[in-house]
């Protein structure tokens, strides 16, 4: 055995231990060179990733040209109107010109506005905007809050061409905004706060969302007090709005009558009662209460995120488009947990999810030497990291 201090020359047989050379760059160059081109860009390690990525890739492209022809196509008219959208910029325009904000009015009626007045007063200044502007400020939320529920970028590039999920993005209604509310409320950390200071307004707005606030208390204790606290903001709110337009209030309590006798029946429009709105929605709402409780009973967050967001005064198909961000809140797990059987069925199936940005790339199996000389990899694997927010 060599002693501290001995010399080269007193080591075993005479042999000088030196380190291994690294390679050289030159050398790397030349190995990357030698590769085919298209190698250098397709991934090789198996033919289930290989073609997993050709297909990704020439769906998303195909997907992407049909999406663009349909808003150059769209933008050749008008710029492009929301048909939605329009009912709040006139809302606004109803306050600033002095007319009436609630008029009797069929489903079907354009430019006609539903919500409580206090929407209308904070909306004011948008009055004073040009429309087209209007239209597409909040249709870029929209894109946006999309890309939120879906969970990705290529996720959402796929999704918009779903006749649904087109049709809200077209119509600039509030329907992928309230989604990703929603979704934020069953996050954690500070994307959990933010959807739970916002879920009154929208609760105040839809009635549906405010199902989730009897779940969030029920399965989620730490989310009290600020729901507690974003309640008791918005119904400040309301009396402050109250306060000072009291007439704008007991009109739109006078749309609660002829509204639950209107006729459920237009494009797109579902109803279990087509000839009683109240009644319609009085049904949904009580079918919706009762999947809350199944949903806080047994804490299932996919089933809570569908009661809150379908149930609408009025249901119209296109509010499916919602059901996007059941994805990253649901059926990733489940699909990741069967692909982790790794056969042939899996490793072919879910490749073209990974090159979408649906699921995570598959973790290579460990050694135990790499997991003896690298004791963080496991907290890699499982998406876990200090501080995390989820």
């Not at 492209?61 to 349909?70: D, F, S």
């Not at 006139?90 to 006609?112: F, K, M, N």
């Not at 400020?137 to 061409?161: D, E, P």
């Not at 319609?280 to 199944?294: K, M, N, P, T």
Request: charged share 15%; proline share 8%.
């Amino acid at each position: 055995m060599k002693q501290p201090g001995s010399s080269p020359s007193d080591s075993p047989r005479g042999v000088l231990e030196t380190p291994e050379a690294p390679s050289r760059p030159s050398e790397d160059l030349a190995a990357a060179s030698s590769r085919p081109l298209w190698s250098r860009f397709v991934p090789t390690q198996s033919k289930a990733d290989t073609v997993g990525f050709l297909v990704a890739w020439f769906v998303l492209i195909a997907i992407a040209v049909q999406v663009a022809a349909l808003v150059i196509d769209n933008l050749s008219y008008k710029w492009w109107p929301a048909y939605d959208t329009n009912a709040y910029w006139l809302a606004s325009r109803h306050l600033l010109d002095g007319d009436e904000l609630y008029v009797p009015a069929q489903i079907w009626t354009a430019g006609v506005f539903k919500y409580p007045p206090i929407y209308a007063q904070l909306m004011l200044p948008i009055g004073l905007v040009p429309e087209t502007i209007v239209d597409w400020i909040w249709r870029i939320v929209g894109v946006m809050c999309l890309r939120y529920l879906a969970g990705s970028w290529k996720l959402a590039v796929l999704a918009s061409l779903q006749w649904p999920v087109f049709a809200e993005i077209d119509f600039g209604n509030v329907t992928l905004q309230l989604g990703a509310v929603v979704l934020m409320c069953l996050c954690r950390g500070r994307a959990a706060s933010a959807g739970i200071y916002l879920l009154p307004w929208f609760a105040g707005m839809k009635f549906g969302p405010g199902l989730l606030i009897p779940y969030l208390w029920m399965t989620r204790p730490e989310t009290r007090r600020p729901l507690t606290i974003s309640c008791a903001i918005f119904a400040a709110a309301c009396l402050v709005s109250f306060a000072i337009s009291s007439g704008l209030w007991f009109d739109y309590a006078g749309t609660f009558g002829w509204e639950a006798q209107s006729q459920m029946q237009a494009m797109f429009v579902y109803a279990i009662v087509p000839n009683h709105g109240g009644l319609d929605f009085a049904i949904r709402f009580a079918i919706a209460a009762a999947a809350i409780l199944v949903a806080i009973r047994w804490r299932l967050d996919w089933l809570a995120f569908i009661a809150a967001t379908a149930t609408m005064p009025i249901f119209s198909l296109t509010r499916l488009a919602i059901l996007v961000g059941l994805w990253p809140l649901w059926l990733r797990h489940v699909v990741d947990r069967w692909r982790q059987s790794d056969g042939d069925l899996q490793r072919w199936l879910t490749a073209p999810l990974v090159y979408l940005d649906m699921l995570p790339p598959r973790e290579p199996p460990s050694t135990g030497a790499s997991a003896t000389h690298e004791p963080g990899a496991q907290a890699g694997a499982s998406g876990y990291s200090p501080g995390a927010t989820g």
